[in-house]
């Protein structure tokens, strides 16, 4: 199906008889298609969403890294946060992943931080979030209604290794 995230009847007709939907949002009015899923989710019943979202709308990457990623992110990041806090406040079961820099990395290795705690992570496989994706729709609970940092285990550093 093709269709765009601002029509809300595409949108519904999409969630016809499904159990999850997944958003991997980009571009601008990220709060306007993050309420528009909302409400599409919510008169067509589906309760399950993963949404994937961006590091650092917490505060929670510290040191250079964090500093880094504010400069790459820049103002940006509060929009990534008000449509965190939409999702949050909804009647979702949802699940936000709140990923570190992407690589191409032929791999499946990532660890898990929950909100609150920090991200020091700098970077993760574009496979090891697509392995969470499945493993949290295939779940009735895990990562339900949280939000998770997302990255590689011992990727600490002032910036992803490949930048």
Request: net charge negative; with cysteine.
């Amino acid at each position: 199906m093709e269709g765009d995230v601002n029509d809300l009847a595409k949108l519904k007709e999409a969630m016809v008889e499904q159990d999850v939907v997944y958003a991997n949002l980009g571009g601008s009015d990220i709060v306007r298609k993050t309420q528009n899923i909302i409400a599409a989710m919510d008169e067509m019943q589906v309760k399950r969403a993963i949404f994937i979202n961006i590091l650092g709308i917490y505060g929670e990457v510290p040191g250079e890294f964090g500093k880094w990623n504010r400069h790459m992110v820049g103002s940006g990041i509060e929009t990534w946060r008000k449509a965190a806090d939409l999702i949050e406040e909804s009647e979702l079961d949802y699940s936000i992943l709140r990923c570190t820099w992407f690589t191409n990395k032929n791999e499946i290795d990532y660890e898990l931080t929950e909100k609150g705690e920090p991200l020091t992570g700098t970077e993760i496989s574009r496979k090891s979030i697509a392995a969470l994706i499945v493993r949290l729709a295939e779940s009735e609970d895990f990562g339900r209604r949280k939000s998770l940092g997302v990255s590689k285990p011992n990727s600490s550093g002032d910036k992803p290794a490949f930048y």
